[in-house]
């Protein structure tokens, strides 16, 4: 297949680029003397991760119980649940741990650290817990100087769950813009996470991992001493988000949405394309940061951008592609870009807009084009 | 299966409320003495789509050539496929003709005009095709009064495919508000529609449909003289969106998302659900309208709304539930929402939303519940 052959709209995966943003990362992380266990959620495609793991990483990260038991299934069997367990989901975990996945999970209350000891306890099986730390106010966890820290590592060991180590993700780290910001970010997640495996074995508790990370401070820290694993997700196909946040550029976004032109609206300036917001996705992402980029950077066929062309407006299967947030009158889009036009659309968010697709097409330097399976649901 | 069993995040459809949701729309367009045909895009589904032609549709449309193939499997051969014709995917609707299915396309330029009647006797096939009509300044279509109208009917004509009629969608209608604003939009609607149909008539061509719709006009229109079918789609569910345009209440929402609490930052007032972006989508679409819902409206297990509170923000599977935009601080939201309570949201736009899920589940007056599968993709 090329990608004259392929229906749009569809996700395109440059698969240099990928290979480049995959290398990156890992030396980095080699350099910086820690693991690396990348973050799943992103492109949930056996391949993709198969290029992680082949390049040193260790172990994953999944956001869904569904990746665990889908890259379990494919072979991989050190697995970190990132997102705060529920009680209603002990079983399913129990289930994967029962079949030989190496599986941890993450609490920050008491009561969650209680309902996963008192399950293990049920079933004879011991659950590695992480306890998840709050080191910038973004999302969950509990703060680095908490009492509620030791209650809730006293809670696991003493409830008969094993304490793993602590783990934390600086969200935050996505509203930052500049180098300075974002190796202050860096360092407050390291430091914070650290502090905080120091009060536990201070108190007489393990805490054998420190695992830290996002894609902006994995990609800005000075020195990660402490640390012992950092995570990270978007870094694989990078976007439009991260080029603002400034630890990529447009080159080097290695995932993008191939549509067609289906009509025009000349007296606007709009050309109409058979992407929306249903491949695309409704992230806007861009709109707040320092170039808002509607719903993406319109490229050529060949992934050129064609810099001002943004979707500038989506419905569910049409999108509107502009040469300004508002439209060029001067310019006879009709003639630019004749209906049947084959572009490419960068986008907001490489996690959200890959999760609308059932497939990327893997794009080799060679143009030829493989189908790459991913899956979704929970 | 009850709720209790379902692992969270899922989609659940009240099926009670979706039937009424039916039933008010056919009686509506049996009253003003036209054919309805539902638009699919909304669920995807093949039991929803039953339902829909046991309470008397004429007919569906879509969004995609995929919707058209899945439902024309389930045994439905009257089919508009409702987004301008890319030329490329001419010849995958040449295969769904072939095999039986009465599949219309639409387009709205003269360059597509000639590209589906050169491909139809390339392939001696007859094309039956709409010409899309722009009634409102919002997105695709010829303007009722532009000569380019006839000129796009006599490519169709003389290049061998079938005009079969016209076509408008008032998209417009979901920035509307006030009753008195959406009955004048379903009558721009209406009479632009009619309009373009009489000029081609007037100018010795075929226009023997004329289909106008969506949601909020379909459910506005005080008359409909001149126009032989409706289309509408999120009805079915209904949303939030819907409910502050004013076509629906709060009470109609049909689809939630079953959530599970996971945690809490009790200095916040916020409590971390399971459901994130994942699960809403990133659809924002109540931003911009008089009652912003964030990302939905929280509810009890039960689907009963806690007035006040909401999915205030989202992250990929984390979301903050908080009783208000920022939080209510004074509320002890982890002893309102302990870990592990189940609550369901009701999202901004059913659409989105329920593209976000592998399957529904239909929730029936008992409790029980059944999975109906749903598809995604192109």
């Known amino acids: 297949m090329t990608l004259s052959d392929i229906s749009t709209p569809a996700a395109l995966v440059d698969t240099a680029r990928m290979q480049a ?9 080699n350099a910086l003397g820690v693991k690396f266990r990348p973050h799943v959620k992103t492109s949930k495609c056996v391949e993709v991760v198969r290029a992680q793991v082949e390049a040193g990483a260790s172990g994953i990260t999944v956001s869904t119980l ?3 038991e889908q890259f379990f299934a494919a072979g991989i069997t050190d697995i970190l649940y990132a997102v705060g367990m529920a009680p209603n989901k002990l079983a ?17 209350s008491v009561e969650g650290a209680q309902a996963i000891a008192a399950f293990g306890r049920e079933h004879g099986e011991v659950f590695e817990t992480w ?18 820290l030791l209650d809730v590592g006293r ?12 783990m934390t993700h600086a969200g935050e780290s996505y509203n930052c813009s500049t180098p300075h910001a974002l190796r202050k970010m860096a360092e407050q997640e390291r430091a914070g996470c650290v502090r905080a495996a120091q009060r536990l074995r201070d108190a007489g508790l393990p805490c054998a991992v420190v695992s830290v990370g996002s894609t902006p401070t994995a990609l800005s820290a000075e020195q990660l001493e402490g640390v012992t694993e950092v995570r990270a997700g978007v870094y694989v196909f990078f976007d439009l988000v991260m080029a603002n946040v400034g ?12 549509t067609t032109v289906i009509g025009h609206q000349r007296e606007k ?18 709109q707040s940061q320092a170039h808002d980029y509607g719903y993406g950077q319109v490229c050529d066929a060949q992934g050129r951008p064609m810099q001002g062309f943004v979707l500038s407006s989506a419905n569910q299967e049409h999108g509107v592609v502009t040469a300004s947030a508002g439209g060029n009158v001067a310019l006879d889009i009709a003639a630019v870009l004749p209906v049947g036009t084959q572009l490419r659309i960068l986008p907001n968010h490489a996690c959200a ?10 794009v080799g330097t060679d143009g030829a084009t493989t189908a790459w399976p991913r899956f979704y649901g929970w």
């Open 247 to 258: 630890v990529c550029t447009q080159d080097d976004i290695a995932l993008s949405v191939l």
């Open 155 to 166: 809670a696991l060991v003493d409830g008969g769950a094993k304490l793993g180590g602590v």
């Open 92 to 108: 399913q975990a129990l289930a994967l741990r029962r079949k030989g996945c190496d599986l941890k999970i993450v609490t920050d």
């Open 269 to 286: 300036g709009w050309a109409i394309v058979d992407a929306g917001w249903m491949a695309m996705s409704r992230d806007r992402g861009t």
């Open 21 to 29: 943003n995959i290398r990156r990362m890992q030396d980095r992380m």
């Open 66 to 68: 569904k990746e665990a």
């Open 131 to 148: 306890i998840e730390i709050d080191t910038d106010g973004h999302r969950s966890g509990v703060k680095p100087e908490d009492a509620l």
């Open 353 to 362: 807009t890959g999760a609308q697709f059932p497939e990327y097409h893997a």
